[in-house]
């Protein structure tokens, strides 16, 4: 099995999934594309798979990261999968302990659980998954962490109601559990990941700024755990790999202009097509913002790609980097594949010939 390496010496490769929706794809269509890139990830040696969470957007099908993980490790045999990441004031932390204890007992010793604080939404759809709850979840939020924690342990809760103690696990017998990752774009998780002694990521795919300080805030401030004595931490990244430069500049071209709308406050629209990209004319104003996010993000042939992530990972500090593969389709690709997805993912690991 080709290992998933930039080099000899180079970082450890895994990769994060939205589940992009293209124009021509059903939500059936999207998942079964995941499906496929994550037994090529599997197949190439990639050290981990993780979706994120997001609701309501016509260009995203992760919406649930507990049943996207439950088909994935079941389509893959040795790759680590999870969630980049569940958003945990959406959700009661005892029906995320379920799932993910659930998930570790069906395939122990492969389970992520990335948890973050962002809504992944709108406002609205915000307020419906959360029951009306609104910032009071946002604001519970290490009481929320600390309670998925306990509740994924062997040991369990003690929960007090009516003058007595009642036992609550997330499963009965659990022989181990998930391992738990802080996720976050700013400070906040930096701070608490490192007080709680928690791995923590820094989501600079997204962000793309602040990077580096999130990152010494985290480590300067850790608090060694039991389970973590030192910090623990990746990088994360949009990236195409393409035979050429140029040819990965078109392949970029659908999420770069998924992003400007994303952004710019434009219509959420299913991912364009590379074809449908090329033919779409932006407004001159959002230029600057288009070369901002390219400056930041990874595209190129494999021999810049690979040397662009390995220089980001030392540079940071990492000795792992997550890829984002953002390459996106043309009209000729199948509608339940992303062959350039999957071959971003060959390249970055020499397999020249897609065989591994």
């Known amino acids: 099995m080709v290992q998933a390496h930039v080099s000899a010496t180079g970082p450890t490769l895994s990769v994060l999934d939205l589940v992009p929706v293209r124009s021509n794809q059903s939500s059936a269509d999207a998942v079964a594309a995941s499906r496929r890139l994550a037994r090529s990830a599997d197949r190439l040696g990639f050290e981990r798979y ?29 790759i680590r999968v999870g969630s980049g990441g569940v958003m945990l004031p959406n959700h009661a932390p005892l029906v995320v302990a379920e799932q993910f204890a659930l998930l570790e007992a069906a395939f122990p010793g492969r389970i992520d659980l990335g948890i973050g604080r962002a809504p992944g939404t709108d406002p609205v759809t915000s307020w419906a998954l959360r029951n009306g709850a609104g910032e009071e979840a946002v604001a519970r939020f290490p009481e929320y962490v600390d309670d998925v924690i306990t509740l994924m342990s062997p040991a369990g809760a003690g929960v007090r109601v009516a003058g007595r103690t009642h036992e609550l696990r997330a499963t009965p017998r659990a022989v181990h559990t998930p391992d738990l990752w802080l996720l ?132 940071f500090g990492v000795d792992e980097v997550m890829v984002h593969p953002v390459a996106g389709a043309r009209s000729a690709d199948p509608v339940d594949g992303s062959p350039a997805r999957e071959r971003t993912l060959e390249l970055l690991v020499g397999d020249a010939d897609g065989q591994g």
């Open 184 to 315: 976050g774009s700013s400070d906040y998780s930096a701070r608490l990941a490192a007080e709680r002694g928690l791995p923590y990521v820094f989501a600079h795919h997204f962000s793309g700024s602040g990077t580096a300080e999130a990152l010494a805030l985290y480590r300067e401030s850790f608090r060694p755990s039991p389970d973590h004595p030192e910090p623990r931490t990746f990088l994360t990244v949009n990236v195409v790999a393409a035979e050429t430069t140029e040819e990965a500049e078109r392949l970029a071209l659908p999420q770069l202009q998924a992003m400007v709308a994303l952004r710019t406050g434009g219509p959420l629209l299913p991912q364009r097509l590379v074809e449908e990209a090329e033919a779409a004319e932006l407004p001159a104003a959002h230029a600057s913002l288009v070369e901002a996010m390219r400056s930041r993000w990874v595209i190129g042939d494999a021999t810049r790609v690979r040397s662009r992530i390995a220089e980001l990972a030392a540079g």
């Open 50 to 78: 993780w979706v994120a969470e997001h609701h309501n957007m016509p260009a995203v099908a992760a919406t649930n990261p507990p049943v996207l993980i439950g088909l994935l490790a079941a389509a893959t045999e040795r």
